[in-house]
Structures are given as structure tokens and as C-alpha cells.
């Protein structure tokens, strides 16, 4: 009669689970099907795109998208949106950058750069000096402060074609825009040139954040980034004609902290509200493009997870909210002011998931948690499975979600597929004619997937 009963309650709990899989499998596959047939990414990004366009921290375009973003949340069947203030810095471009190559007094080759996000301006009449060529911090000071003094400093170390990884790459090369200009600095340079982070070669140049660190006013110096094109054509010239001079002009100008925002939403949990399960993504772009991809694509992704799942009518256990972030480009002041919120009142975050990698075709998610909460996540594979995102790994997140680090039990980053991302990152080239609406929708539901696995299945 013992051994009878024991069937019995294993044969139901069998039962009860392989009804909840059930379920869960059919929830998934309504997201997909939201997403890929009735869902608003792509018409949101649209807008984000080609109506507002880019939104450098600061500027009236930066506004736009906080005001536009707050009002399509509200426009949803969510419960709460509101704004988070926050200070970010403004840098202003001014008039587009120019330069030349002399290679003798009166024979000039126009060659494309753009200042580097924070870089001080040249003098108004340019600044025009020989050319010493470096792959590393390391060659300065081998060349030593004689030879650098009076000269312009051109970083030409690309991004390692070998690695598949293109975010290795890319880091394994960021050094010398973030920091180039300080470190030239100490040489006696007058100005760096820095070769634009593209695996691809073409002409546009890529801009993005750099420091001068602790460099007091009077000794920064101008920093721009050149096309892949052009840096080959200034290396190849500096071979043949190690005097000859380069001419650069730019007027950006760095101007006090402004007010800007964070855009939040958020449906409130059913049982657990007190929990909270954060998508994001950063709202602020660079100005050269419009900010589809870096991070449109990530925008409006973060906002079709709530659409989706208020769309099926669906009351989440825990709370699902939304963070559009200000100012992840240059100084991640949105996600540090997020952060200091969270830890002040306490909030207990389950998992904070960022899309900040493109809308590309979806891979893989990454995890930054322990090995207890990664042997959980792994288990859901299987319902992933059928949509060709069922690759997880134990290696980070986004940069806004990573500052979360004290006050999350996980933290997640949607990896697309990156052989293309570089080729738009930081430049004119990232605009909303790149983007595939398939591709953005699949991300989408992914991200939805990923989150509803959580709230239904837990950690637990």
C-alpha cells in the first residue's frame, strides 16, 4: 500500500510538472508570435531614428528622445512610468572636423576624421606638425620625449582580425582612443590621431568616449580618430616620407553638466512586487549617426518586453521594469545614479538584463552570477532552444547593468551576432537603414523570453 501511494504522488508531481512545461513552452511561443507579427519595435526605432536622430548626452535631441520615450511607455497598460533625474556632461561637436596630408609645402590629400567624444578643440587655425606613428603606450616611451615633443601622435594598432570575438577585439584596442591623448600628453605631442576601431576598411571615422584623466587644462591635447582608409594611407606616406606634416582642425567644446533623465516603467508583480526584474538599455547615442543600432536596437527592445507581456494580458509574479539609461556613452552617469537609488532603498533586483550589442540576429545570452544561479538559468535551455538562442555563458554583461553587481542576484547582456556591429559602432554608418526588422524582433522576444523564464520558473 506505502510502495502504491509513492506512484501515486510521483506520477503527480510528474504530471504537474510536465503541465507547467507545457505552459511555459505555450507562453514562449505567444512571445515569439507577438513579436514577430504585431510587435512595435521596429516602428519605434523608426521614429527614434529618422525623427529624432542621434542623442549625445545634453542635447536637445537627448531631450526629444526622453520626452518621446515617456510617452510612448505611458501609452501602454503598465502601471507606473516616471523619470529619474540625472546630471550628465555636454559635449558640443561644433562644425565638422577637417584635416589634410602634406606630403611637400603645397601638396595636400584631404583625409576623414572626427574629434573624439570630450576632446578639447584645436586652435582656430589648426594645428599642422610632423607625424610620429605608435601601436602602443609602450612605443612612446621607447621613442622617448625628444623625438614626440612638437609632433602629432597617430595610434595605428587595429583590431585584431583573428579573434572572432569582435567585443575582444575591440577591447584589446580601446586603450588608445580612451587614454591616447593623456598618454601623448606626457610626451610633449600637440595633438593624436587615433585609427578608428572598424575591422572594415572604409572611410568613415568612429568617434567615442576618451580622458584625459588627471591632465590639468593647460595640458590636453586635441584628439581625433581617423578612417581605417586614411590611417592605411597616412601609415603607408609616414613609411615612404617620415617629415611629412598633418593639418587638423576642430572646435568641439566641452560645456558644464546639464539635467537629463533615465526613463523608467514598470507592470507591478502579482506576488512578489517587492522583486523586481530590470531590462535596459542606453537612450543617450553618439551624434554622427542616428543611434539605431548603438543602442536603438537595445531601446526599443527594453520596451517591447513590457508591450509584449501587457499585450497577453500576462500579471508577472515579480515586477518587470524597464531603465532607458542616460549617458552611457560618455560616463555612465545614468546607470551610476540608478545604482546609488537602488542600493539607498534597498531594492532587491532578481535579474537586470541589458541589450547593448546591436539588432542583430540574437546568439546567445551572457550571465554574470554564481555558479548556484548559472546551474538554474542552464535549465532553461531547452525552452530556448527552438528559437536559436539557447547559448549561455558565464562572461559579463552591459555596462550600465554591470554597476548592479551588489545589488543583483543576476546580471544578463543579449549577445547578438557581431561580424557587423563594428563596421556601424560609433559612426555615420548607424543608421536605421542597417537595421533588419527580423533580426530586431527576434532580439525582442528573446529578451521577453529570457524574462518570463525568470518570473515563472525563478531562481530558487
Keep these: ?65 526622453i520626452q518621446w520615450a515617456k510617452e510612448e511607455l505611458k501609452a501602454l497598460p503598465i502601471d507606473s ?38 576632446s578639447i578643440a584645436t586652435p582656430s587655425s589648426g594645428i599642422r606638425a610632423n607625424v610620429i606613428e605608435v601601436k602602443s603606450f609602450d612605443d612612446l616611451d621607447k621613442i622617448g620625449k625628444e623625438k614626440i615633443k612638437g609632433k602629432i601622435v597617430f595610434f595605428n594598432r587595429p583590431m585584431e582580425a583573428g579573434l572572432v570575438n569582435t567585443y575582444d577585439a575591440y577591447a584589446r584596442a ?28 572604409d572611410d568613415y571615422p568612429h568617434t567615442g568616449v576618451m580622458s584625459y584623466g588627471a591632465l590639468p587644462l593647460s595640458n590636453r591635447i586635441p584628439a581625433a580618430a581617423i578612417s581605417t582608409n586614411d590611417a592605411e594611407l597616412l601609415s603607408s606616406m609616414i613609411a615612404l616620407n617620415p617629415n611629412l ?5 576642430q572646435n568641439c567644446k566641452n560645456y558644464p553638466d546639464v539635467q537629463s533623465y533615465n526613463v523608467i516603467a514598470q507592470i507591478d508583480g502579482s506576488e512578489s512586487p517587492e522583486k523586481i526584474i530590470l531590462v535596459g538599455a542606453h537612450l543617450d547615442s553618439w551624434d554622427l549617426g542616428d543611434g539605431a543600432h548603438d543602442d536603438g536596437a ?14 497577453k494580458k500576462f500579471r508577472p509574479k515579480n515586477s518587470i ?3 532607458l539609461f542616460a549617458n552611457e556613452e560618455n560616463g555612465l552617469k545614468g546607470a551610476k545614479d540608478y545604482a546609488e537609488s537602488v542600493k539607498k532603498s534597498r531594492e532587491t533586483h532578481l ?13 546567445a545570452f551572457s550571465f554574470d552570477t554564481s555558479k548556484k544561479y548559472f546551474e538554474k538559468i542552464m535549465r532553461w535551455k531547452p525552452y530556448l532552444e527552438p528559437y536559436y538562442i539557447h547559448s549561455f555563458s558565464q562572461r559579463g554583461s552591459g555596462a550600465d547593468v554591470s554597476l548592479l553587481k551588489d545589488n543583483a542576484l543576476v546580471l544578463a547582456a543579449l549577445r547578438t551576432d557581431s561580424q557587423r556591429y563594428f563596421i556601424h559602432h560609433h559612426s555615420e554608418m548607424d543608421t536605421f537603414s542597417e537595421i533588419n526588422e527580423r533580426e530586431l524582433a527576434l532580439g525582442a522576444a528573446g529578451m521577453t523570453a529570457l524574462v518570463y523564464l525568470l518570473d515563472q520558473l525563478g531562481l530558487e
Aim: glycine share 10%; with cysteine.
Design 1 to 65: 500500500m506505502f510502495k502504491k501511494g509513492v506512484l501515486i504522488l510521483f506520477f503527480c508531481v510528474f504530471l504537474v510538472q510536465a503541465q507547467q512545461n507545457d505552459s511555459v513552452a505555450q507562453g514562449i511561443k505567444d512571445i515569439y508570435d507577438q513579436a514577430l507579427t504585431n510587435g512595435k519595435s521596429y516602428d519605434w526605432l523608426d521614429h527614434l531614428s529618422n525623427q529624432i536622430g542621434g542623442r549625445l548626452s545634453g542635447s536637445l535631441n537627448e531631450e526629444r528622445a
Design 81 to 118: 512610468v516616471w523619470l529619474q533625474p540625472v546630471m550628465v556632461p555636454k559635449w558640443v561637436r561644433g562644425t565638422f572636423e577637417y584635416a589634410n596630408i602634406e606630403s611637400s609645402p603645397g601638396n595636400t590629400i584631404n583625409v576623414n576624421i572626427c574629434a573624439l567624444g570630450g
Design 174 to 201: 580601446v586603450d588608445q582612443r580612451y587614454s591616447g591623448a593623456a598618454e601623448a600628453s606626457k610626451f610633449g605631442a600637440v595633438a593624436v590621431i587615433v585609427r578608428s576601431l572598424n575591422h572594415r576598411l
Design 245 to 249: 606634416r598633418f593639418f587638423m582642425k
Design 298 to 311: 537595445g531601446v526599443v527592445q527594453s520596451m517591447e518586453v513590457l508591450n509584449i507581456l501587457s499585450s
Design 321 to 323: 521594469r524597464v531603465v
Design 351 to 363: 535579474m537586470a538584463l541589458e541589450s547593448d550589442t546591436g539588432g542583430f540576429t540574437p546568439r
